[in-house]
Structure formats: structure tokens, C-alpha cells
């Protein structure tokens, strides 16, 4: 599933790079005026603009909308249920274990002075 929703990505990534390339700048317009510049009638009256704009904010929106995919999946697939289960990269320290009880000596190795 998170290799579907990547490529998906990845391939809206690409698009929105190309579109926003093949837009004109605010600049262009400057060169139209002055008769250099012909309207898009591929796309209708209104140009090429309208058309890139829309179909621009429709992979943005898509793209967002497959980053938050991605984040919800990856999220949920690997979340320990408590923060013991949480590896901290230390490692546990080696238990002791304790004299059993009853078998301690009552006296010292020391021997008493009187």
C-alpha cells in the first residue's frame, strides 16, 4: 500500500514541477502587448493560463493529499504500544542476584579481640 501511495507521490511531484514550468511568468504578459505574443487557442479565449492554473492546484491538493496518506500509513505500522517496548539503545543492565537467605554467616572472618 505505501508503494502505491509513493509512486503516486513521486509521479504528482514530477507533474507539478513540469506544470509550473510550462506557465508564463508575469513578465510574459509585457511582451504581448506589444503584438509578439498570440493567444493559446489550444486551450480557448482565455489561453493557456486558466487551464494550467487548474490543473496546477488539482496535483497540489492531490499531493497533499497523498503526504498525509503516507504519514497516516507509516504512523500506524510500526508504533510500540509502551514506552517499554521502546528501544532506547541502552542495554539493559545485568541483574545481580541476591544471597539466598539462611545461609548468611553469623560471624566475620575476623577473628574477635577480648
Known sequence: ?????????????????????????????AGAAFGSGASGTVFG???????LVKATTFAA??????????AYIVDGSSKPSSVTEMDSGVPAP??????????????SDVPEID
Open 45 to 51: 479565449a482565455a489561453g493557456a493560463g486558466s487551464f
Open 94 to 107: 545485568a541483574e545481580q542476584a541476591a544471597p539466598a537467605k539462611g545461609k548468611e554467616k553469623a560471624t
Open 1 to 29: 500500500m505505501l508503494g502505491i501511495v509513493l509512486t503516486v507521490h513521486v509521479l504528482l511531484a514530477i507533474g507539478i514541477i513540469g506544470l509550473v514550468l510550462m506557465q508564463h511568468g508575469k513578465g510574459a504578459d
Open 61 to 70: 491538493i492531490l499531493f497533499f493529499l497523498t503526504s498525509i496518506g503516507m
